[in-house]
């Protein structure tokens, strides 16, 4: 395309300068940030500060939030996920919010297999309220999280603490019931992990778990018959999936 060929646009006039003009910079807005405690090459702080600066508490809708960061969940966006319940959690003056931000976050850094930062999701969950609404979940999900970073022995006690903050909690006691499986105690896993199916937990993962339970406390003829069924449903999962 030549000069010539060039399209005319219109442009909006603006406001033009002022008489006279006293010209501008580039230079960042003065920031309150104390450098005896922000590391000053840290690039994440400027924008965190600037994003302070620009949202208010009060005009940000937590709960709505959290719902984006549910979403997110659905349709495997984790990281979406984690960013947005870590934004609820900054703006809430609601513990029982901000507890329920930090446990689903630690919950989409478990899908990312980051169990380290799952860690210290779930440990913010319990020191926002460590009798919350939320923290039987946030036990519950600490103690995954802990087993798949290695940490078998405060997997048991944080499994153990879920289970007696929430005793209707199937997937606290699914996880009481493996750690202990794990460990050779059979008949109290067989226990607790009667106690999630009861509780209405229904999966392939819980029954194979059951069925290796059984087994190892000799009743060979139950832990066939779960094995079983642990293949029907997963076959029902994936056909559920395709439709």
Do not use: C
Request: glycine residues 4%; without cysteine; charged residues 35%.
């Amino acid at each position: 395309m030549t000069d010539d060929d060039t399209p005319d646009h219109d442009f909006s006039e603006g406001q033009g300068f002022d008489d006279p003009y006293e010209g501008f910079d580039l230079d960042p807005p003065e920031l309150a940030v104390d450098p005896e405690q922000v590391d000053p090459v840290d690039s994440r702080v400027v924008a965190d500060t600037l994003d302070r600066r620009q949202s208010v508490a009060e005009d940000v809708d937590a709960d709505e939030l959290l719902d984006v960061g549910l979403s997110y969940m659905g349709i495997q966006r984790f990281e979406q996920a984690v960013d947005t319940f870590e934004r609820a959690a900054q703006f809430t003056d609601d513990d029982a919010v901000e507890q329920e931000a930090w446990v689903n976050k630690g919950a989409a850094h478990a899908e990312l297999e980051e169990w380290e930062a799952a860690i210290d999701a779930h440990r913010e969950a319990l020191y926002v309220d460590s009798d919350g609404e939320h923290a039987a979940s946030a036990e519950t999900n600490l103690a995954y999280a802990l087993w798949e970073a290695g940490r078998t022995e405060q997997a048991l006690e944080h499994a153990e603490r879920a289970v007696e903050m929430d005793s209707r909690l199937p997937q606290a006691w699914y996880n009481r019931g493996f750690f202990l499986l794990e460990r050779g105690l059979a008949e109290e896993a067989v226990n607790a992990l009667e106690n999630a199916q009861r509780l209405g937990f229904r999966s392939p993962e819980l029954l194979e778990e059951l069925a290796r339970a059984y087994e190892e406390t000799g009743q060979e003829e139950r832990a066939e018959e779960l094995v079983e069924e642990a293949e029907e449903v997963r076959q029902e999962r994936e056909a559920e999936m395709v439709e």
